[in-house]
């Protein structure tokens, strides 16, 4: 394999109670078998605050990789809530759905209900 060649532009922008994100990106490698192999990814997120302690947050994604022997389409998007705990923790939930297709193959298709703890902590240096 020679290497990966990437590249990225994204966007974002922080509104009184929503924030935005955008990206693009591509990438060109070679496979183990000497194929090249060239994968477009968009996605997008808006988080929406509901109030100082809780946000609806939207996502979606939708990749396309080509090579030789065959190409992959996939898309995810998700739908969130989340709150926070309070000292560094939060909670959220939601549903994340994803369809993919690889030509010469069935399509596949998922849906994941999630529900996700977290905490953050800060070390010293």
Do not use: C, W
């Not at 739908?79 to 939930?93: C, E």
């Not at 030509?103 to 998922?110: H, K, M, P, T, Y």
């Amino acid at each position: 394999a020679l290497g990966t060649f990437s590249g990225m532009l994204g966007y974002a922008v922080k509104l009184p109670s929503n924030t935005l994100e955008l990206d693009l990106s591509r990438a060109v490698r070679t496979n183990d078998d000497g194929e090249d192999v060239v994968q477009t990814r968009v996605s997008g997120a808006l988080s929406h605050e509901l109030n100082e302690i809780s946000a609806l947050n939207f996502g979606l994604m939708a990749s396309v990789t080509e090579q030789a022997s065959y190409d992959t389409t996939r898309v995810n998007a998700s739908v969130a809530y989340s709150h926070d705990l309070g000292a560094d923790a939060d909670i959220s939930a939601g549903v994340r759905m994803a369809l993919s297709h690889r030509s010469g193959r069935e399509d596949a298709d998922s849906q994941t209900f999630f529900v996700t703890l977290s905490r953050r902590f800060e070390t010293l240096r």
